[in-house]
């Protein structure tokens, strides 16, 4: 139902920004809450950014808020997340995901989401 693709991963310096974008198609791209995962090397998968369907409830990482923005516009089916000031500790794979189903929206719980992207690496450099 929903076809995710990520975009705007590469390598940083520390200090630096990037912007990712996440490409999404089908039907109910309007009504889904959205997030941003990341995956470090030897780490589990954590949450980074989520969205509501209608973009106006949004939640971070504790170590990501003040830094990181995550956005949507529905109009072009799409989300991003603007990471400003990179740490090397930001250095992952980043994942879109979408949840299509919720009633309440559980948006740090990777089951939470129905939908995933093929990721993006950013790599930040010290």
């Known amino acids: 139902q929903v076809q995710l693709v990520e975009s705007g991963g590469g390598l940083v310096q520390a200090g630096g920004s990037l912007r990712l974008s996440c490409a999404a198609s089908?039907?109910?791209?309007?009504?889904?809450?959205m997030a941003w995962f990341r995956q470090a090397p030897g780490k589990e998968r954590e949450f980074v950014a989520a969205i509501n369907w209608s973009g106006g409830r949004a939640y971070y990482l504790d170590s990501v808020k003040g830094r990181f923005t995550i956005s949507r516009d529905n109009a072009k089916n799409m989300v991003y997340l603007q990471m400003n000031s990179l740490e090397t500790g930001d250095t992952a794979v980043y994942y879109c995901a979408a949840d299509i189903d919720s009633s309440t929206f559980r948006y740090s719980s990777a089951p939470t989401y129905d939908y995933w992207g093929q990721g993006t690496q950013v790599t930040v450099s010290s």
């Open positions: 089908g039907r109910t791209f309007v009504t889904s809450n």
